[in-house]
């Protein structure tokens, strides 16, 4: 039995947490603030224990199974493994003393559920015993629950069946329907007729945990691996009305639960899994009854009209159930959840990791709202706020496309985003990603200066001695000014004669970093610009006009101004832009030649007007400005010029020269601050990407402003953020699936630190991309995980190449690879052999026994599918006789033949040839009772 939580049903504030052994009730100590916080991440009740009890009498009788019935009294029934029931008021008897037990027979209970609507009337399943059959009784307790402890329990209804029962659940409203799940199919019973069912629908696997809604009642939910499957029992004979792949591939659900006020939602947790997953839709997908009616009213005229009429099962399936998936804070692994039977918002957690001893660290009681902010699509419909309710409105295809995040997040993955190979991991991440960017039209300015930046800086000459010195490639403005005094020096000009610069080693660098030329130097400074101007936009022709003059190189600005003057009266220029810009370009051009023929170094004449008539274009007004400093006062055009609207390469290189320490951190400051709150990523130009909490900071801004996993996830990877986890850094778990490794370095980090979050950013990003079944890209990001694996790009491109992949024992979590390295070697090279050495090594009846390979836990190794010898065994004698009479051996197979391939779906695989050789002649798996089509992937081929 799995260990579970439940609330009582008449008191608020009670719960208790049982599992095979003990049960324990608890107290919530509700706070001033309860229940009034909308934020998921918030613990708002203190949670006490207030009695904690055994509930195995015997060592041989074991409980199985347990329900909580519907009545204020909150009675509990236990079944065990003896066929013994046991009844107890969960309210009133905390001690289980007044226990009142039955014991109809001797089978093994598998599970029980108390009815809606008749609180007297318990269902019970039975295992087989001896001989016997599987059994469903419907027990009337109201004697036994009355004070009549003498009185035998009454037996009201009796089914038995051949096939293991899975679940049975009770509908809402029909107090008189049964629901049972078997391993061969669902059954509606009706417990007033005895051995017949209403409905009967048959089922390729078990289907577990089915449960009713409990709002409408004609509908129900159950689960088979990572799907949930959800029927309406009106229409039993058609396939399920919602079939969601619920969490990814490698999850299996572990319970679900309708919610006891909201129509039609439910909810679940997967195994070994921290997130919890929400699912909602429209009202109106089930509420087809008036529909349903008129369409049963209609006479069937002849059978083209019977053909086109349209089913109120289709009508349901055109609607979609919204998934939201929630982290709960403190619990990074859910065993058990419950909704609160009166409170619609709250809810309890239990960790998978409890201690019956102190629960109160495993327990947390979340508030959960149905606040939306935005859109939530549903194929044709999206959800909107409308106070605390969510309001579904028709006509989704009105949005714009970029209201659909998903899409575009996969969209992107699809056309390489994220993705390189794993030579230079890094490099062609970077490349590829820069590349899709620039190209996706929902991309924003922000996305795109931050790749732009973070190639300049990949690829930058002083990479390696940036990642030598500050511990990444990825430096920010504040990294290489931190602790460095600027000296003040003096440069003379011909324009603006005495100006005052401030520089060091440090600044020097930032310079580079905005690729700007070294000031001091006019002929690097000519070459750097016409480089920068090779475009012959005009707007770039006063950019760097602009930028000569900031490096203090007045006639290379006047240069550039009069090349200005030239571009915008050229016929070229005239023709392809509009006469308005033309001439406001012309008038500008007229003006800042003036001005310069006209300054004498302190003054601009007419400053005001000039800034007004030059405001069009923010380069040749901030040259007037810097011009009129000296008559304007330093400090304040400085500070105008940092704020304006030019790049923000440019504001930091300007800053860098022109500001002492103190005014150019305070600016920095506010320069980052403003970006926060605009344009999240471009601070990462101050403040760095590498693993420290403002790096982090930067992109949780980012996360909660654009909801865009995928670029946080890459920009970690890039970033190496997560090598300050010491899990991660331990070079011992060479062996470790990435998804354990994500899931133990989460429960490694402390609640707080801020990289936890980025963790579970990472894992649930490689969900999504098993969703997708975007297996290379997944496990193209995961190599990034591991410490080391990418940095060596920076200072010597790579010539030998990492370890692609670790083929792992799946018991004792071993590297299998080093310790059958040499043994899976002599099976690459075919070797022709005689018939003699064939007969001395077979012997001359063949019956020379098969060896196994094994790691060294001892343990076997994954076996073929189809001849059923394990990863490393020798090759089959068929094999080698068909090879020796080959007369060219590459018509006979690949060189790669033996090689183990599998299905990413459902794990099954084998040698490559006898995988390669089944699905030339058959569709699904080969494995029995799978069906899994593996040669069929929707976007990538399943085999892997």
Same mark, same amino acid.
């Given at each position: 039995?799995?260990?579970?939580?439940?609330?009582?049903?008449?008191?608020?504030?009670?719960?208790?947490?049982?599992?095979?052994?003990?049960?324990?009730?608890?107290?919530?100590?509700?706070?001033?603030?309860?229940?009034?916080? !909308?934020?998921?991440?918030?613990?708002?009740?203190?949670?006490?224990?207030?009695?904690?009890?055994?509930?195995?009498?015997?060592?041989?009788?074991?409980?199985?199974?347990?329900?909580?019935?519907?009545?204020?009294?909150?009675?509990?029934?236990?079944?065990?493994?003896?066929?013994?029931?046991?009844?107890?008021?969960?309210?009133?008897?905390?001690?289980?003393?007044?226990?009142?037990?039955?014991?109809?027979?001797?089978?093994?209970?598998?599970?029980?559920?108390?009815?809606?609507?008749?609180?007297?009337?318990?269902?019970?399943?039975?295992?087989?015993?001896?001989?016997?059959?599987?059994?469903?009784?419907?027990?009337?307790?109201?004697?036994?629950?009355?004070?009549?402890?003498?009185?035998?329990?009454?037996?009201?209804?009796?089914?038995?069946?051949?096939?293991?029962?899975?679940?049975?659940?009770?509908?809402?409203?029909?107090?008189?329907?049964?629901?049972?799940?078997?391993?061969?199919?669902?059954?509606?019973?009706?417990?007033?007729?005895?051995?017949? &069912?209403?409905?009967?629908?048959?089922?390729?696997?078990?289907?577990?945990?089915?449960?009713?809604?409990?709002?409408?009642?004609?509908?129900?939910?159950?689960?088979?691996?990572?799907?949930?499957?959800?029927?309406?029992?009106?229409?039993?004979?058609?396939?399920?009305?919602?079939?969601?792949?619920?969490?990814?591939?490698?999850?299996?659900?572990?319970?679900?639960?309708?919610?006891?006020?909201?129509?039609?939602?439910?909810?679940?947790?997967?195994?070994?899994?921290?997130?919890?997953?929400?699912?909602?839709?429209?009202?109106?997908?089930?509420?087809?009854?008036?529909?349903?009616?008129?369409?049963?009213?209609?006479?069937?005229?002849?059978?083209?009209?019977?053909?086109?009429?349209?089913?109120?099962?289709?009508?349901?399936?055109?609607?979609?159930?919204?998934?939201?998936? &929630?982290?709960?804070?403190?619990?990074?692994?859910?065993?058990?959840?419950?909704?609160?039977?009166?409170?619609?918002?709250?809810?309890?957690?239990?960790?998978?990791?409890?201690?019956?001893?102190?629960?109160?660290?495993?327990?947390?009681?979340?508030?959960?709202?149905?606040?939306?902010?935005?859109?939530?699509?549903?194929?044709?419909?999206?959800?909107?706020?409308?106070?605390?309710?969510?309001?579904?409105?028709?006509?989704?295809?009105?949005?714009?496309?970029?209201?659909?995040?998903?899409?575009?997040?996969?969209?992107?993955?699809?056309?390489?985003?994220?993705? !390189?190979?794993?030579?230079?991991?890094?490099?062609?991440?970077?490349?590829?990603?820069?590349?899709?960017?620039?190209?996706?039209?929902?991309?924003?300015?922000?996305?795109?200066?931050?790749?732009?930046?973070?190639?300049?800086?990949?690829?930058?000459?002083?990479?390696?001695?940036?990642?030598?010195?500050?511990?990444?490639?990825?430096?920010?403005?504040?990294?290489?000014?931190?602790?460095?005094?600027?000296?003040?020096?003096?440069?003379?000009?011909?324009?603006?004669?005495?100006?005052?610069?401030?520089?060091?080693?440090?600044?020097?660098?930032?310079?580079?970093?905005?690729?700007?030329?070294?000031?001091?130097?006019?002929?690097?400074?000519?070459?750097?610009?016409?480089?920068?101007?090779?475009?012959?936009?005009?707007?770039?022709?006063?950019?760097?006009?602009?930028?000569?003059?900031?490096?203090?190189?007045?006639?290379?600005?006047?240069?550039?101004?009069?090349?200005?003057?030239?571009?915008?009266?050229?016929?070229?220029?005239?023709?392809?832009?509009?006469?308005?810009?033309?001439?406001?370009?012309?008038?500008?051009?007229?003006?800042?030649?003036?001005?310069?023929?006209?300054?004498?170094?302190?003054?601009?004449?007419?400053?005001?007007?000039?800034?007004?008539?030059?405001?069009?274009?923010?380069?040749?007004?901030?040259?007037?400005?810097?011009?009129?400093?000296?008559?304007?006062?330093?400090?304040?055009?400085?500070?105008?010029?940092?704020?304006?609207?030019?790049?923000?390469?440019?504001?930091?290189?300007?800053?860098?020269?022109?500001?002492?320490?103190?005014?150019?951190?305070?600016?920095?400051?506010?320069?980052?601050?403003?970006?926060?709150?605009?344009?999240?990523?471009?601070?990462?130009?101050?403040?760095?990407?590498?693993?420290?909490?403002?790096?982090?900071?930067?992109?949780?801004?980012?996360?909660?402003?654009?909801?865009?996993?995928?670029?946080?996830?890459?920009?970690?990877?890039?970033?190496?953020?997560?090598?300050?986890?010491?899990?991660?850094?331990?070079?011992?778990?060479?062996?470790?699936?990435?998804?354990?490794?994500?899931?133990?370095?989460?429960?490694?980090?402390?609640?707080?630190?801020?990289?936890?979050?980025?963790?579970?950013?990472?894992?649930?990003?490689?969900?999504?991309?098993?969703?997708?079944?975007?297996?290379?890209?997944?496990?193209?990001?995961?190599?990034?995980?591991?410490?080391?694996?990418?940095?060596?790009?920076?200072?010597?491109?790579?010539?030998?190449?990492?370890?692609?992949?670790?083929?792992?024992?799946?018991?004792?979590?071993?590297?299998?690879?080093?310790?059958?390295?040499?043994?899976?070697?002599?099976?690459?090279?075919?070797?022709?052999?005689?018939?003699?050495?064939?007969?001395?090594?077979?012997?001359?009846?063949?019956?020379?026994?098969?060896?196994?390979?094994?790691?060294?836990?001892?343990?076997?190794?994954?076996?073929?599918?189809?001849?059923?010898?394990?990863?490393?065994?020798?090759?089959?004698?068929?094999?080698?006789?068909?090879?020796?009479?080959?007369?060219?051996?590459?018509?006979?197979?690949?060189?790669?033949?033996?090689?183990?391939?599998?299905?990413?779906?459902?794990?099954?695989?084998?040698?490559?040839?006898?995988?390669?050789?089944?699905?030339?002649?058959?569709?699904?798996?080969?494995?029995?009772?799978?069906?899994?089509?593996?040669?069929?992937?929707?976007?990538?081929?399943?085999?892997?």
């Amino acid at each position: 039995m799995l260990p579970a939580v439940k609330w009582l049903n008449s008191n608020s504030n009670k719960l208790f947490v049982i599992d095979q052994e003990m049960f324990s009730l608890c107290r919530v100590v509700e706070d001033k603030n309860e229940f009034n916080s !909308g934020d998921i991440n918030n613990k708002l009740n203190t949670i006490k224990q207030l009695n904690t009890c055994a509930v195995t009498k015997q060592e041989q009788d074991t409980l199985r199974t347990f329900a909580l019935d519907h009545s204020p009294e909150s009675y509990l029934a236990l079944g065990y493994s003896t066929g013994r029931i046991s009844i107890f008021s969960a309210e009133n008897d905390q001690t289980l003393r007044r226990a009142k037990d039955f014991n109809d027979t001797s089978k093994s209970i598998s599970c029980m559920q108390w009815s809606y609507v008749d609180i007297n009337k318990i269902c019970v399943a039975y295992e087989r015993g001896r001989g016997a059959d599987y059994s469903v009784i419907v027990y009337d307790l109201h004697k036994l629950l009355r004070q009549h402890p003498k009185e035998q329990c009454v037996s009201i209804f009796e089914l038995n069946l051949a096939e293991k029962i899975a679940g049975i659940s009770w509908l809402k409203d029909e107090p008189n329907l049964l629901l049972i799940s078997g391993s061969r199919g669902l059954r509606i019973a009706d417990i007033r007729e005895h051995g017949n &069912f209403q409905s009967v629908l048959g089922v390729q696997t078990s289907l577990m945990g089915v449960c009713s809604e409990p709002t409408a009642g004609h509908l129900f939910a159950c689960h088979s691996r990572n799907y949930l499957y959800i029927y309406d029992r009106r229409y039993l004979n058609y396939s399920p009305v919602h079939a969601i792949e619920a969490c990814s591939s490698n999850k299996i659900i572990n319970k679900i639960s309708w919610h006891p006020k909201r129509s039609f939602n439910i909810s679940l947790i997967a195994k070994d899994s921290g997130n919890f997953y929400s699912f909602s839709i429209s009202k109106n997908a089930f509420i087809q009854q008036e529909k349903c009616e008129i369409i049963n009213e209609q006479p069937q005229k002849n059978s083209n009209n019977n053909n086109n009429n349209t089913s109120p099962r289709s009508e349901m399936a055109g609607y979609a159930y919204g998934s939201k998936l &929630f982290y709960v804070p403190g619990i990074s692994k859910l065993g058990s959840f419950d909704w609160h039977p009166h409170i619609a918002d709250s809810i309890v957690f239990l960790s998978s990791k409890f201690n019956m001893a102190e629960l109160t660290k495993d327990l947390a009681i979340i508030k959960h709202r149905e606040d939306v902010s935005t859109a939530i699509a549903c194929d044709n419909e999206f959800a909107l706020i409308t106070g605390r309710r969510l309001k579904f409105e028709n006509g989704f295809q009105n949005i714009p496309l970029n209201e659909d995040k998903v899409k575009i997040l996969k969209q992107r993955a699809i056309d390489g985003y994220g993705y !390189g190979n794993t030579l230079s991991c890094t490099q062609t991440l970077i490349d590829s990603s820069l590349k899709i960017i620039e190209k996706d039209k929902f991309a924003d300015d922000d996305l795109r200066f931050c790749w732009h930046w973070i190639y300049s800086m990949f690829n930058s000459p002083d990479a390696g001695e940036m990642h030598k010195n500050y511990g990444t490639i990825f430096v920010g403005v504040r990294h290489i000014l931190t602790g460095a005094k600027a000296t003040s020096t003096i440069k003379h000009d011909e324009i603006t004669f005495r100006n005052r610069l401030f520089i060091n080693d440090s600044r020097l660098k930032v310079l580079r970093m905005c690729n700007w030329p070294n000031y001091s130097d006019r002929e690097e400074c000519k070459v750097v610009l016409d480089d920068l101007s090779a475009s012959g936009h005009v707007e770039e022709i006063a950019r760097v006009a602009a930028i000569a003059l900031f490096c203090v190189q007045g006639m290379l600005c006047l240069e550039y101004l009069k090349e200005f003057n030239e571009r915008v009266n050229s016929p070229e220029f005239i023709e392809n832009r509009e006469p308005e810009i033309v001439n406001s370009y012309q008038k500008m051009a007229d003006i800042i030649l003036n001005i310069f023929q006209r300054y004498d170094g302190v003054r601009v004449p007419n400053y005001e007007n000039v800034c007004e008539e030059l405001s069009d274009d923010v380069y040749l007004l901030a040259i007037v400005k810097f011009l009129a400093r000296r008559d304007k006062i330093y400090n304040k055009i400085y500070n105008e010029i940092f704020e304006s609207n030019i790049r923000l390469e440019d504001k930091l290189a300007f800053a860098v020269l022109h500001m002492d320490d103190d005014f150019l951190n305070s600016a920095l400051d506010k320069l980052t601050n403003e970006l926060l709150s605009l344009c999240p990523l471009s601070a990462l130009f101050i403040v760095g990407l590498k693993d420290d909490p403002v790096s982090h900071m930067v992109l949780h801004r980012y996360l909660d402003m654009s909801f865009d996993i995928q670029t946080t996830t890459l920009l970690l990877s890039i970033g190496n953020c997560f090598q300050g986890c010491r899990f991660i850094n331990d070079t011992s778990l060479i062996g470790i699936k990435s998804s354990e490794l994500l899931e133990r370095a989460i429960d490694s980090e402390d609640i707080n630190n801020l990289r936890r979050k980025s963790l579970l950013c990472f894992r649930d990003y490689m969900e999504l991309l098993n969703q997708w079944k975007l297996w290379l890209q997944k496990t193209f990001l995961c190599t990034f995980l591991r410490p080391d694996t990418h940095y060596d790009e920076a200072d010597v491109r790579p010539n030998v190449a990492n370890i692609q992949a670790v083929i792992a024992c799946n018991f004792c979590g071993a590297p299998i690879y080093p310790s059958i390295a040499g043994r899976i070697e002599n099976l690459r090279t075919p070797k022709v052999i005689s018939n003699s050495t064939f007969n001395r090594r077979m012997g001359a009846s063949h019956s020379a026994r098969t060896r196994t390979l094994s790691c060294i836990c001892r343990k076997p190794l994954p076996k073929c599918i189809i001849c059923r010898r394990s990863l490393g065994s020798q090759a089959e004698p068929e094999a080698e006789m068909e090879l020796m009479n080959s007369s060219n051996i590459k018509e006979k197979g690949s060189m790669i033949d033996h090689w183990f391939v599998w299905c990413a779906l459902c794990s099954h695989g084998g040698h490559l040839s006898h995988i390669r050789d089944w699905f030339n002649e058959h569709s699904v798996c080969a494995s029995s009772g799978c069906d899994c089509k593996c040669s069929l992937g929707e976007e990538n081929n399943c085999l892997s």
